[in-house]
């Protein structure tokens, strides 16, 4: 999910901007490419492409698919709104916000009247992962006509306080908030498991599904587990030992363990929480470092003023105020903060079984998380990424090595027991010759025992606190990692890096930085003509290749993939990766490779080419790392002096191994991918379409910035949902191919 303070202007209204030919003819103009064909490229990418009957746009033919090459014309950039797919296949809605999840559930009317949101979809689809059933209902690692998705709810669309889409005159804007209101928006958040079918050419959810099942902000079925677990950091009044955590929140990216479990990441849950003006003084200790670290300093306002809403206890626990007289944080909330931020593990097909949220992993503002190739008699490695400007990259190497007879286990979730609550963490530093190295995050790290700033106590202080034991360690602070997935061809791991706004030559504070070889470009873009947005704002896919040591490895080699950026700017600075029009992009955010194709899908979460385009998804058939070159950034700083950034660019992209497969909807992010075994059918989430809505319009859907996908078809009403779309392709082969 993109921080949207990164750009002051990417809230902005684009439904009031300039038409599309006259920006990007200005924009081209302005970096000097010529101007014949502009116009006729907007016109027919807007005016000529035809409307399907599933409300999706169907661009030009496709071009002839061959071994080694995508097999698909690519699509144009695209403001209108509604979903663009290649010509020769098939889009359609399958999953939105507020659809039921029971039997008893009614029809969403989509009007601000809805409740009962712990039985239907939540808000904000993010990440998404597959698990298939054969016809008795089994899992089934073969089945492509019946499953579960397991998708994730990572928030709402809001302003000023209120999650206005989801009440019928747009909520309250002030304090305190109404009880029904906040119970609506806790209800919301979390992950929903639901049963799809495929009958004929058509998929369609089972809403009278046994499977089908909800986790919201307030379920009460969390365990913590790994080496925090009933420590003191995690003691509340709820659970008074530290051993249990009351819902999950923020989920964004996912992943899958190799024992079939599901595993969803909590991103940006410390808005969530309010501190009171005075916090620092009633603490008097450690924690306020803690606390301020995580981006919670005291007389901190939190996201929805949750906890305005009454005494209860549900609400009372959005406080993360020192309130009690214990020692432990036993009898108030000052440690609720610390019971969120990690990775969680779900049986998505066993709703009885608890939730596990694993402190080993660390914790932070975790995306996804990646497995490396699992090898018998090795280690598992599970990567991750910190989605912060300035944050890390991690890794976690499982205590225990992996055995063949767990692929298919008895018991999934206790499976994961032994593997993801006993191991080691480590922290990536990037050097400036294309290696770098894992860093062990432990108290036996005498740069962390010794740590100035904060005195860690013990492995589980490191966990609750990993952000800080990286900082102790000196590690390589990164440009937003986000997603990371797995080259299934060669078990290199890619990481998106989204953007950074922070990036300066000359750093004036402690929030930004300078560039280094792996966040190598400082630059400036131009958005509607005039906003200029400085740092890194486009973003890139960074990969790495471990050692042969594997897995277990603490050394590795690495490379930037692609660089985005517009396909007019400077080449020798900015369009690194030599994009044409068919493949420019900004901000990679959801990325997967696909176990059928090897296909990687880059999917993005802008706002700075939002002006040009949509946010969009792309297909790519990537080398390995090494098969590129060094690059070397020259930059001049205020004194004239000049400072060189050695970086190493991966080879260019050519057409037939890059290109723009999908673009959403107004407003909208791409998030979130996964497939059928066969490789035959896609599912994504369009997420927050028409997000830039104001609050003021509520009334009037006239102003809304999007009305997809009710414009598309679906559902009634035309207030803007989060979906799941489904993707086919016409003749019935394989996705990209």
Known sequence: MTEKIDFNDENSNTSNNPSFDSVLQARLSRRGVLLGGVSSVGTAMLGGAGLAASGVAVAAQPAASAAGKLGFKAVAKSLADTVVVPAGYTASVLYALGDPLTAGTPAYKNDGTDTDYEHRAGDHHDGMEWFGLDKSGKPSLSSVDRGLLAVNHEATTDEKLSSFFLHANGGASTLPRPAAEVD?????????????????????????????????????????????????????????DGTKSRGTLNNCGTGKTPWGTFLTGEENWAGYFF????????????????????????????????????????????????????????????????????????????????????????????????????????????YMGDDSRGEYIYKFVSAKSWAAADANPADRITTGDTYLDAGKLFVAKFKSDGTGGWIELSTSNPLISGYAAYAFADQADICVNSRLAADAVGATKMDRPEWCSTNVANGEIYFTLTNNSNRRIEPANSSQAAPDSANPRVYSDIKNGSSTQTGNPNGHVLRMKEGTAGNAGTSFNWDVYLFGAESSAAPGTVNLSSLTDDQDFSSPDGLVFSPSTGIMWIQTDDGAFTDVSNCMMLAALPGSVGDGAKKTLSYTKADKTTVSVDTYVGKAPGDDKLKRFLVGAKDSEITGLCETPDGKTMF??????????????????????????????????????????????????????
């Open 684 to 737: 994504i989430n369009i997420q927050h379409p028409g997000e830039n809505t104001k609050m003021a319009d509520i009334a009037d859907p006239s102003k809304y910035t999007s009305q997809w996908p009710g414009n598309a078809g679906y559902g009634a009403g035309k207030r803007p949902r989060s979906a799941t779309i489904v993707i086919t392709k016409n003749d019935g082969g394989k996705i990209g191919t």
């Open 275 to 382: 501190r009171s003006a005075t916090d620092d003084a009633a603490r008097a200790d450690k924690s306020v470092v803690a606390l301020k670290r995580y981006g919670r300093s005291q007389g901190a306002a939190s996201r929805h003023g949750w906890e305005s809403a009454g005494s209860d206890d549900k609400y009372a626990r959005w406080n993360n105020s020192k309130l009690g007289t214990s020692t432990d944080g036993s009898d108030d909330y000052r440690n609720e903060m610390n019971t969120f931020g990690y990775i969680v593990e779900i049986d998505a097909y066993d709703k009885t079984k608890a939730a596990r949220k694993r402190t080993a992993l660390g914790r932070f503002a975790h995306e996804s998380a990646a497995f490396g190739k699992p090898v018998v008699g090795q280690p598992l490695a599970v």
């Open 184 to 240: 609506k928006e806790t209800a919301i958040h979390g992950v929903s498991v639901v049963e799809i079918k495929k009958a004929g050419k058509k998929w369609a959810t089972v809403p009278a599904s046994s499977f089908n099942f909800r986790l919201t902000a307030l379920s009460d079925n969390m365990q913590l587990t790994g080496p925090a677990r009933g420590n003191a950091l995690l003691k509340t009044k709820h659970s008074t």
